[in-house]
């Protein structure tokens, strides 16, 4: 029984920032559907903003290496963890050929909230549609 409460007490942080994360990347998601990657851009943590420089390189880099991410035919978010201090929403996404990936986002919470960080795309090993 102890066991089972200190794992619940764990995963307290990351489950009471579950919506939040999870609304962060669906707006992302919605602005990259819409070709408006101004806003897409807004939902980037400061670090790859200052990469990618301008909202057209960050839209051209995601159409072009993220095409699922550009125009998915279907989302569903998966376990949000906390890695080593850090917060990352695994996300599983079919794309418009029917495959499915899967994707970690890095979360860092920001004055204005909830900001993506990083993206990592996944090897989904036995993961198909």
């Known amino acids: 029984m102890r066991l089972l409460l200190a794992s619940l007490f764990l995963a307290l942080p990351a489950a009471a920032q579950d919506a939040p994360i999870r609304a962060t990347i669906e707006h992302q998601l919605q602005a990259f559907q819409a070709d408006d990657f101004a806003t897409a851009f807004t939902f980037a943590s400061p670090t790859i903003r ?3 420089g301008t909202p057209e390189n960050f839209g051209r880099m995601v159409s072009e290496g993220y095409p699922m ?3 998915p035919a279907a989302v569903k978010m998966l376990e949000l963890r906390e890695v080593a201090g850090g ?3 695994r996300v599983m996404i ?3 050929s029917g495959r499915t990936h899967l994707l970690d986002y890095q979360m860092i919470e920001a004055e204005n909230g909830w900001q993506i960080n990083a993206v990592h795309l996944l090897k989904a090993e036995g993961v198909g549609a």
Do not use: A, Y
Request: cysteine-free; charged content about 15%.
């Open 94 to 96: 079919t794309d418009q």
């Open 69 to 71: 991410v550009h125009r």
């Open 50 to 52: 200052s990469i990618f």
């Open 87 to 89: 917060l990352w929403q």
